[in-house]
């Protein structure tokens, strides 16, 4: 079998025969081609009900049924429990066009490591992950600028994921943020669909949509994570890890931006973890591309128990 599509759904119901309807209604491909594994990550609506309804109707459908534990770990074990050679994963709020998964399965004749494609946002023209043609290597789409960091925007070689220990960090929101990076620079060979093969839909219900302390907290765990990860492989100042750097910088803000519209309690606490993170945190920022965020650190070095004040009178000046 060629592709293992990892549906992970939590309380989808609203949308999710038209997640299914899409991933069925494929032009160019064999029944055998593909699966469609459906992690039902702990459902309490009547996403259960529609999931063993399509799995009884379709042999494609496969159901892999887990308590509660969060998208992180959904997709980790759909990568364990997929037969496919190749792995993609789709959220069950979101859809793919008729000729994506024929497409992906043409690409992987190549043997990539990766296949990046293009995707859309429901209402706007404007492309997503947007990979030039001519890259060849996950580094040069690194350095390229031109890649987002949705994991449903790309294909994997299930090996590749599984001999780099690639997985998404359990627990934590804008697992995304921390994955792509990773996975990039792990990613030795690419073959780019130009094509756009997946659509996002945005739900105003989102965790992306409201800003919740946690996602504040784990942004900073992201990137910290990043920032550790080129340390650790010898990346501090070259191109590649100043582009990694940038992503963790990126992460430190969106982290404050969303903190800021917190409690006092919340942003007290916020401080403290910033505080206790801040070398590696303000390391990220000085290595980063922008000098906005090289301005910010200086000025987080200076001031690092208040770093919601310094971010709120930097917004005023940069």
Not at 10 to 27: M, T
Not at 226 to 253: H, K, Q, W
């Amino acid at each position: 079998m060629k592709l293992s599509i990892v549906l992970t759904v939590y309380n989808k119901e609203a949308y999710l025969r038209r997640a299914l309807d899409a991933l069925l209604d494929q032009e160019g491909v064999n029944g055998d081609d593909y699966e469609i594994l459906v992690v039902n990550d702990g459902s309490t609506d009547g996403s259960s009900l529609i999931i063993d309804e399509y799995a009884k109707r379709d042999e494609r459908v496969r159901v892999l049924t887990q308590e509660n534990q969060g998208l992180s770990m959904a997709r980790n074990n759909g990568v364990e429990a997929a037969k496919g050679e190749y792995v993609w994963f789709v959220d069950a709020d979101d859809t793919i066009s008729r000729r994506a998964v024929s497409l992906i399965c043409e690409a992987a004749k190549t043997y990539p490591d990766v296949i990046p494609f293009y995707a859309r946002t429901e209402g706007e023209d404007k492309l997503r992950n947007d990979v030039p043609t001519s890259m060849t290597n996950g580094k040069e789409v690194l350095l390229s600028g031109h890649w987002q960091q949705c994991g449903v925007f790309w294909a994997f070689r299930r090996n590749f994921l599984q001999v780099n220990g690639l997985r998404f960090m359990p627990n934590i929101y804008h697992e995304d943020a921390e994955f792509t990076p990773r996975m990039l620079y792990a990613a030795k060979t690419i073959n780019v669909i130009p094509e756009v093969l997946y659509t996002v839909y945005r739900d105003p219900n989102s965790i992306t949509q409201v800003p919740r302390p946690k996602r504040a907290f784990d942004y900073l765990t992201v990137a910290e994570s990043l920032s550790r990860f080129v340390i650790g492989n010898n990346e501090i100042s070259t191109p590649v890890g100043r582009m990694i750097d940038d992503s963790a910088a990126l992460c430190v803000n969106n982290a404050l931006h969303i903190i800021k519209q917190n409690s006092s309690a919340e942003q007290e606490s916020f401080n403290s973890l910033f505080y206790e993170k801040k070398e590696v945190l303000l390391r990220s920022l000085r290595y980063s591309l922008h000098r906005k965020y090289h301005v910010e650190a200086v000025m987080l070095k200076m001031f690092p128990k208040h770093s919601i004040f310094v971010y709120k009178a930097l917004k005023l000046f940069v």
